[in-house]
C-alpha cells in the first residue's frame, strides 16, 4: 500500500469513527476510552472528536447541533473543520456500530505506526545533531523509546472481580486435577519441596531478592535455581555481571554431573568423570538456558535485552540478577547517592517483572552488620537501601554458621576439609534458606546441604520449619 492510498484509507476510517461518535451512544464510550485526539491524522478530525469529548465530559448529549455549538462557541474553531456542512456529512457515514469498532483498529494501527516512525526518525536525528558520548547508552535509549511505542498496542482497562476470581478457580481446578504437580507450588518450581512449601514457587511479576555475603554460595544457589527451572522446561535469562559465562557453565556441568569444580578447571578427569560429563552435557544441551555475561551493565541495557528476548523467546519464564550491586543508572558519579540509586534498580527491576509477566530474582549482598553480630541476618541488613526490601515481593537469605565462625574456626575447619575430600559430596556445608519477607505466603526458614565441592544444594525432606 503506498503512502498515499495509507492517508486515503486513514481518512474514511476516522470519518466512519467520528460519524459513530455523532450518531450512536452506545460506541460513544467504547471508542472515547480507545482512541485519543492525537489517534487522529486529519486536523479537522482531531477538533471534532476533542470537540465530542468535551461535551461527553460536560454530560451535555452529543449530537451534529451540539458539536457544531461546541466547535463554533466554545472553540472558536468551526471553520478549521470545513463549517456546518462537514458535520453534518461526517455524520451521515455512520452505518453502524460494528463498522465504527472496525475503523477504530485501523485508526489506532496507523497512530502506532506514525508513531513508531516518528521515534525512529528522532532516533536517527539525534545521532546526526547531537554528540553522543556514550554510543551503547544512546542505543539503549532509543531501544526503549521504540519499545514504550509498540508495548502501547494494549492498554491495560479494569476487569470485574467476577473475572479475576472465575480465573483464579479455574487454576485452581487445573492444579487440583494435575497428579504430577507439586502440590505446594503454583508457580516456576524452585526444585527444593520444603522451599516451594513457603515461596509456592517463583510467582509471576514478583521481584524476589536472593542475599547473602560474599562466599556464602548466592552465585551457587542462583546456578542450582536457574537449572532446576531450565530442567521443567522453562526457559531462563542468567544476567551475570561478575561471571563471565564459561565459568557460569563449568559451575553448572559441576553440579549437573557432580564433577569436583577443580578437576573440570584442571582437566584432570577420570574415565567414569567423562561418562557423567557427557550425561550433564546431553542434559544442558536440551535446557532453555540464555547467559549475558557482560559486566558492569547499566539497568537500561537490562531491561532492553530482557524485553528483546521476551519478544523472541514469548516463552521465557523466569530472570536471574547476578548481582544487583553492579548495576548502574544513569546517574553520573557522585550525582546522586547509591542508596538512591539503588532504589531505582530495585523498583525498575519490580516493574520489569510486571511488564514481562515473569518472575525476576535478583542476588544482592548483605552488609556486615550481621557478621560483626554473628546473627542471623534480618531485613535491614539488605544493602545499599531500605527500598530493595519495600520493592521485593520476597527477600531469601542464604545463612551458614561455619561462615560467622571466629576466623581461626574458619582455617583449621578449611584444613580439616582439605585432607582426603576431594569426592563430590565429602565438604558438606549445612546452609539455612531463610525466607525473611513473603508477600503472599508464610516466612520461615529451609535447611538445604551445599556439597562445596560440585556446587550442588541438596534438599533435606524434613527441613521446613520455624513457619510463621
Known amino acids: 500500500m503506498s503512502n498515499q492510498e495509507f492517508y486515503n484509507n486513514t481518512f474514511e476510517a476516522e470519518q466512519a469513527v467520528l460519524g459513530a461518535l455523532l450518531k450512536s451512544k452506545d460506541a ?33 448529549d452529543v ?43 485501523i485508526i489506532k494501527d496507523a497512530s502506532l505506526s506514525r508513531k513508531l516512525i516518528n521515534t525512529m526518525q528522532g532516533c536517527i536525528d539525534g545521532f546526526k545533531k547531537e554528540k553522543i558520548l556514550d554510543v551503547s547508552q544512546y542505543i539503549a ?22 473475572e479475576v476470581v472465575s480465573k483464579v478457580t479455574n487454576k485452581l481446578k487445573i492444579a487440583q486435577n494435575d497428579e504430577n504437580k507439586n502440590k505446594f507450588c503454583i508457580g516456576i518450581t524452585t526444585g527444593y519441596n520444603t522451599l516451594d512449601r513457603y515461596t509456592q514457587g517463583w510467582q509471576k511479576g514478583n521481584l524476589v531478592i536472593l542475599a547473602a555475603r560474599p562466599s556464602v554460595g ?36 559441576s553440579a549437573v554431573a557432580g564433577i569436583n569444580s577443580t578437576y573440570l578447571s584442571t582437566g584432570n578427569l577420570q574415565s567414569d568423570d567423562w561418562m557423567a560429563l557427557e550425561v550433564a552435557r546431553t542434559k544442558l544441551s536440551k535446557a532453555k538456558i540464555f547467559i549475558d555475561d557482560t559486566s558492569a551493565q547499566k539497568l537500561n541495557d537490562i531491561r532492553t535485552k530482557a524485553k528483546k528476548l521476551k519478544a523472541s523467546h514469548p516463552d521465557l519464564s523466569v530472570i536471574f540478577i547476578d548481582y544487583l550491586g553492579l548495576i548502574t543508572t544513569n546517574a553520573k558519579l557522585g550525582e546522586v547517592s547509591r542508596s538512591i540509586e539503588v532504589g531505582e534498580i530495585s523498583r525498575s527491576l519490580k516493574s520489569l517483572a510486571r511488564e514481562l509477566d515473569i518472575p ?86 529451609v535447611e538445604l546441604h551445599f556439597m562445596v565441592n560440585i556446587g550442588r544444594f541438596v534438599e533435606i525432606e524434613s527441613s521446613a520449619d520455624q513457619g510463621e
Open 141 to 162: 535509549e532509543c531501544e526503549n523509546k521504540i519499545l514504550g511505542v509498540t508495548q502501547n498496542r494494549r492498554v491495560a482497562e479494569f476487569v470485574s472481580a467476577q
Open 63 to 105: 449530537d451534529v447541533p451540539s458539536v457544531v455549538d461546541q466547535l463554533n462557541t466554545s472553540m472558536k474553531a468551526l471553520d478549521k473543520v470545513g463549517g456546518v456542512q462537514y458535520i453534518y456529512e461526517l455524520g451521515e457515514t455512520y452505518i453502524g456500530d460494528t463498522n465504527a469498532f472496525y475503523h477504530v483498529r
Open 360 to 445: 525476576v530474582i535478583c542476588l544482592s549482598q548483605l552488609s556486615r552488620a550481621n557478621e560483626k553480630s554473628a546473627r542471623q541476618p534480618i531485613l535491614s541488613d539488605l544493602r545499599d537501601s531500605g527500598s530493595i526490601e519495600q520493592d521485593a515481593d520476597q527477600v531469601l537469605f542464604i545463612h551458614r554458621d561455619d561462615y560467622q565462625k571466629p576466623e581461626k574456626q574458619q582455617e583449621e575447619q578449611k584444613v580439616n576439609a582439605n585432607q582426603d575430600s576431594d569426592g563430590p559430596f565429602d565438604v558438606d556445608r549445612p546452609t539455612k534458606i531463610i525466607v525473611a519477607k513473603n508477600r503472599n505466603g508464610k516466612v520461615g526458614t
Open 218 to 253: 548466592k552465585t551457587a544457589l542462583a546456578i542450582n535455581l536457574m537449572y532446576n527451572a531450565a530442567s521443567e522446561g522453562k526457559t531462563v535469562a542468567f544476567f551475570s555481571l561478575e561471571m563471565d559465562a564459561e565459568s557460569i557453565c563449568r559451575r553448572l556441568i
Open 28 to 60: 460513544r464510550d467504547e471508542i472515547t476510552t480507545s482512541l485519543t485526539d492525537d489517534d487522529f491524522l486529519d486536523k479537522r478530525h482531531q477538533l471534532v472528536f476533542k470537540a465530542v469529548f468535551s461535551l461527553m465530559s460536560l454530560g451535555i
